[in-house]
DNA sequence: CTACCGATTGACT
DNA sequence: GTCAATCGGTAGA
């Protein structure tokens, strides 16, 4: 139940893998321990004619994980922060999957002692917060999530969530492409980091 | 080399 | 809701 997906998971469509990592338990396991959660939140960034990925201008030293096999960790920095990927498709086809938010669900004593606070709900809600929470940084950049070590995705007994489960909505923080809906996540859950702005929608929804 | 700017978060009105 | 800290990546002089 905790073996490490296969590099064939990975090897898709990043729109499929991306939905499909719902549901998923993300591992983590360092000296202190080990951590783990199910993800409840993920972002894709598509190889063609996407303006808000990474790799939209190329390759850098940056994005070159993006640019290998799939089934590999890109973790990049931003203000100051990790964020983590699962790279999806084909070498050179340079496309990949935020991870967004994961409840956390065992080592969540050492979640807080990393976080530097404990409310379970604001431990791993947010692609940075859940890089902290789980001693992600960019020592991880290219780490083979196939490998079942220090860090990969495994299967939870509680499977994909059901389709009427998940949502999609725009993407957070991006100002290109921003009309596009290609962040999914667990309706239901309390562990999803942004809500879309709140709809015209009738009342009893 | 300098200048600009985020796939963010936490503090604050 | 708004706002700025903060620093690596990237582009350009």
């Known amino acids: 139940m905790n073996d490490a997906l296969p590099r064939e998971f990975y090897d898709r469509d990043v729109v499929v893998v991306a939905r499909e990592l719902l549901g998923k338990q993300l591992v983590r396991a360092a000296r202190e321990g080990i951590a783990l959660g199910r993800i409840v939140e993920v972002e894709a960034y598509v190889a063609q004619g996407d303006p808000a990925s990474h790799a939209y201008r190329g390759r850098t030293r940056r994005n070159a994980a993006m640019f290998g096999p799939p089934g590999r960790a890109y973790v990049y920095a931003i203000h100051s922060r990790y964020c983590l990927n699962a790279v999806t498709e084909p070498p050179d086809v340079p496309s990949a999957v935020l991870i967004r938010a994961i409840e956390p669900l065992a080592g969540v004593e050492l979640m807080a002692r990393r976080r530097g606070m ?7 809600r947010g692609p940075a917060r859940l890089c902290e929470a789980l001693a992600i940084d960019r020592g991880l ?19 994909t969530p059901a389709a009427g489960r998940i949502a999609s909505a725009t993407r957070v923080g991006v100002s290109s492409a921003a009309d596009r809906l290609l962040r999914f996540y667990v309706a239901d859950s309390a562990f999803v980091s942004k809500r879309p702005r709140v709809s015209a929608a009738p009342p009893g929804q």
């Not at 990969?152 to 509680?158: F, L, Q, V």
């Open 118 to 124: 404990s409310r379970p709900r604001d431990l791993a």
């Open 141 to 159: 950049d290219g780490w083979d999530l196939t490998r079942g070590e220090r860090l990969w995705i495994a299967e939870d007994a509680e499977g």
